[in-house]
């Protein structure tokens, strides 16, 4: 079982920058592939990030813009975000997936733990 909690979420102006975190528990964390999703309001929940073993992924919508890192001895994920926008506004959620795979990294489906999610909000 693993628990991942994020925080790191508050408001910022469009074109400036915030960083991310998940906490998560479980003695085999280093071994679980990590995600960040995000949903904004009427949207569906939508894939952000994904980091497993040395690979990361990004959603073309980020690429360029947010880093997403992980510390293995403190069990914890990051999300860096620059250059955010206004269509970056959202709910972000960190996500393990328990299978070892890159493969349907960026579906939702195929993560078996999430957090309760952090809000971002981007202002003009």
């Known amino acids: 079982q693993v628990q991942l909690v994020e925080s790191g979420g508050g408001l910022v102006q469009a074109g400036g920058s915030l960083g991310l975190s998940c906490a998560a528990s479980?003695?085999?964390?280093?071994?679980?592939?990590m995600g960040w999703f995000r949903q904004a309001p009427g949207k569906e929940r939508e894939f952000v990030a994904a980091?497993?073993?040395?690979?990361?992924y990004y959603a073309d919508s980020v690429k360029g813009r947010f880093t997403i890192s992980r510390d293995n001895a403190k069990n914890t994920v990051f999300l860096q975000m620059n250059s955010l926008k206004l269509e970056d506004m959202a709910v972000y959620y960190c996500?393990?997936?328990?299978?070892?795979?890159?493969?349907?990294?960026?579906?939702?489906?195929?993560?078996?733990?999430w957090g309760q999610g952090t809000q971002v909000t981007v202002s003009n």
């Open positions: 996500a393990a997936r328990q299978i070892d795979r890159s493969i349907g990294y960026s579906n939702a489906g195929n993560y078996d733990y």
């Open positions: 980091i497993r073993r040395g690979s990361t």
């Open positions: 479980g003695r085999t964390f280093s071994s679980y592939p």
